[in-house]
């Protein structure tokens, strides 16, 4: 059997549309164009990349944009001091901490992440926003574990009452996808480095989402025949080779659908952030 192909740009571009649909109707409305301003730190050659590609999918989608690059010496009171002014800012709805951080200002992460105003944080990763995914609240979510229930949602796949297996507890990742699914009403089981016979537990999966960050950890005997494999880890086992967590030729034979790797959960991503970006304008307005 070969399953069916999820695609990351065929859902990418249905989401970005509706989000450039979304910010025309507010300008409109409004007089102002949701702004995004992303904060890259240091020279990090891959968050250089991941900035481009926010910067191009913003032109895109036709949100305003601002990058603030700063040296890798930056000291701690100086980025908290561009926060707050990002905070203030009226032409910016969303503010994005580019990840990871250099080694000086690491230990300080979360004091950065909880300094942005949880109404600008579309990152979803500020403790009031990650309540309110808790508790059922609206609120900005993470763009990757979004992105993934988006793109279920748009593929028809049915969610409710079905066995979901998240594997990974990170909280960008596996934990909001984990509350994510349970919304849906999905029986959802979370597992980790300590997980016993974890096959036993995959295999038990209709809907399995892998986030452990190792190449080609999932193998076709640990997924459940027809089941939906969605692949979130992006691994670089090569200069120019990226893999998933899934073994994606062997398991493709045994899912019912599934996600490529590069070309799939990482295309919704960014995806997801335009979507939050158009949403945080959307809140911000409400409460005003
Ligand atoms: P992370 O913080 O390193 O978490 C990895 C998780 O995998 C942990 O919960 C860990 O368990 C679990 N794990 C490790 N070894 C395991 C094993 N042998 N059996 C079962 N579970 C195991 O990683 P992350 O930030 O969630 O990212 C996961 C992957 O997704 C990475 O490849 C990352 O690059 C990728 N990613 C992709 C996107 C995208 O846009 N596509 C976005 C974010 C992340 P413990 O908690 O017990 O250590």
């Known amino acids: 059997m070969t399953a069916r192909l999820l695609e990351g740009k065929f859902f990418a571009n249905a989401i970005k549309e509706e989000a450039g649909r979304r910010a025309a109707a507010f300008e409109e409305k409004y007089g102002v164009v949701p702004g995004l301003a992303v904060i890259i730190v240091g020279e990090d050659p891959a968050s250089q990349v991941?900035?481009?590609n926010k910067r191009?999918?913003?032109?895109?989608v036709g949100l305003y944009s601002r990058e603030v690059a700063l040296p890798a010496d930056t000291p701690k009171e100086?980025?908290?001091s561009i926060i707050d002014e990002l905070n203030?800012?009226?032409k910016i709805h969303g503010i994005l901490l580019q990840l990871p951080l250099p080694k000086?200002?690491?230990p300080y992460e979360n004091e950065f992440l909880n300094r942005i105003d949880p109404a600008k944080d579309v990152d979803g990763f500020h403790p009031v926003n990650v309540g309110r995914l808790v508790i059922g609240e609206p609120g900005l979510t993470p763009c990757t574990p979004a992105g993934?229930?988006?793109m279920l949602e748009l593929a028809g796949i049915d969610i409710d009452g079905k066995n979901a297996v998240v594997i990974g507890r990170s909280n960008i990742v596996g934990k909001p996808m984990m509350l994510m699914l349970m919304k849906k009403n999905a029986t959802v089981t979370v597992c980790h480095s300590h997980t016993q016979d974890l096959p036993?537990?995959?295999r038990r999966a209709d809907i399995l989402v892998a986030a452990v960050g190792r190449p080609h950890f999932v193998t076709a005997d640990m997924v459940k025949p027809g089941a939906v494999v969605i692949d979130v880890g992006i691994n670089r086992i090569a200069p120019k080779k990226l893999v998933g967590d899934v073994d994606f030729d062997a398991v493709k034979e045994v899912a019912g659908a599934i996600t490529p790797v590069p070309g799939g959960v990482g295309l919704l991503t960014v995806a997801m952030l335009m979507d939050n970006v158009v949403r945080a304008a959307?809140?911000?307005q409400n409460n005003k």
């Open 88 to 90: 203030a800012d009226p």
């Open 200 to 202: 036993s537990v995959t």
């Open 50 to 52: 991941y900035v481009r």
């Open 78 to 80: 100086k980025l908290l």
């Open 282 to 284: 959307e809140m911000q």
């Open 148 to 150: 993934c229930m988006k």
């Open 104 to 106: 000086a200002l690491d």
């Open 56 to 60: 191009r999918s913003c032109e895109k």
